[in-house]
């Protein structure tokens, strides 16, 4: 579960990026977070990977409190959450299945269990034929499964993903959109930070909407619902 | 380290040295240098000083008593004024009678010395100090005893001794403090770029979970690694050094009175040194390469 509890974030150069945030992402629930550029999308995204911390308010990731938390305690955080970006961020030197199974070899798993686990994810994401090639032998779209199988292969509660259809055409956005939802379906929480319009409608889901620092709205509505507020 | 993860530190510790080769061997290169020009200067400091400690052992200063004064009240009277003069570790009296039969003995015919007295010579002592260094003190102390006419020491050779085992030391010590900075530099260097060059992979770990110290591990090992290669590959060519000129110092007969220390007593005390500075510098390099990468 992400809760954030009337956050406020200035940054050292006296930005406001956020003004009293709230809203709770619950177990298994999926979630579109949009809003213009400099709306506060990324402070937000940052915040629940604890890359940086509130200035004020309260934020609960996966039952721990980011404001409070210690340094050392972050990798235990951040193993509760699978992160996509937009520029899918693969080690090229690594073949598909070395990608995925780097995730799993950083927090500590044995051989035996990475050996079992990594071809079960990529044949989720449908690359289970393409494991031992170099991400640059991928498509965009081919890229971005990669990315989602290593956010997957942990096992992690959440998936929180930043724009990861901005390098996609709309096929292959669309593709990976119902990709994430078939990961919801299996009970994983989702929440997906976008700029696309048309892809947000065109599923049913509840979109978080910021601008300027505040959530504007929060519902099933759909996009087109923000921009009429 | 978990057992399991030692096996990737290791894979990636040692292709991060042959990723980055050039740079590798310059770090190992410059390592050895540091620590063979370091070990030079201690061993040269260590010959000087053992040289300094044979001279103070055969150099005594000789304070001669004056007849008068021998005559009078006998030339053992002084002892306890000679020994309570600063530095003078003892003394050891000599009667002018044993000066005489040291000296006829030092010949083998002893017949031409018959006809001499052993009142020609004078009382004495032998008088040895804490430091050679303090010989001029030593000196003036003995000159203001009553009842010492004349004092013998050999000061100008003691003392270049001694300078020269004080510019050693300073020198030496300076080297080492000024060397182990600039393996410490070409060491953080050389690990700094495989930090770059693995920038997104360190990203990465940090946003799938890795905890500092599984980041920090292969950089670690590649410092390890290549500190401790700078140590023995050192080791080698000191030990290669100090023998060939150990020989051609002993092959010439003009500075044959020169006793160098053999390589074999310094060796296991000199290994251990460059491994500990080789390691240190290594480790410690790496430690400050890595240092910014493991924030947030």
Known sequence: ?229 | MKKSNTGYYIKEGVSSIFTHGFMSFASVAITVACLVIMGSFSLLAMNVNSIVADFEDENVVIAFVDKAYSQENGGEALKSSVLSVEHVTSAEFISKEEAYQSFVGKYDDTMQFDDLDSDILRDRYAVYMDDVANITDVQVGLSRIPGIAEIKANLNVAQGFVTARNIISVVSLSLVVVLIIVSLFIMSNTVKLTTIDRKDEIAIMRMVGATNSFIRWPFLLQGFILGLLGALLAYLVQWGLYELLTNIILSDYSVSFISLVPFATVALPLLLIFLIIGLCVGVGGSTMAIKNYLKV
């Open chain 1, 1 to 229: 579960m992400i809760q954030f509890n009337d956050v406020y974030k200035e940054y050292a150069n006296g930005i406001k990026a956020l003004k009293g945030i709230s809203f709770t992402l619950r177990d298994g629930e999926f979630a579109f977070l949009v809003g213009p550029s400099g709306s506060g999308k990324s402070t937000l995204m940052k915040l629940i990977t604890g890359e940086i911390s509130p200035s004020s308010g309260s934020i609960l990731v996966n039952g721990y409190m980011m404001d409070k938390i210690r340094m050392r305690k972050l990798p235990y955080v951040r193993r509760t959450l699978g992160i996509v970006f937009q520029d899918f961020r693969l080690i090229e030197k690594k073949t598909v299945y070395e990608n995925v199974a780097f995730a799993m070899r950083v927090v500590g798993a044995p051989n035996r269990e990475i050996r079992k686990r990594v071809p079960y994810v990529l044949d989720l994401v449908g690359l289970a034929d393409k494991a031992t090639m170099h991400p640059n032998e991928l498509s965009g779209g081919e890229q971005q499964r990669v990315a989602i199988a290593r956010a997957l292969v942990n096992n992690p509660s959440t998936i929180i993903a930043d724009e990861p259809t901005g390098n996609l055409d709309p096929a292959r956005s669309l593709e990976i959109l119902m990709l994430m939802q078939k990961i919801n379906e299996l009970g994983t929480t989702v929440l997906i930070v976008t700029h696309e319009k048309a892809m947000v409608d065109e599923f049913s889901q509840r979109v978080i909407a910021i601008d300027g620092g505040h959530l504007i709205s929060d519902g099933m509505d759909g996009y087109y619902n923000y921009e009429e507020v």
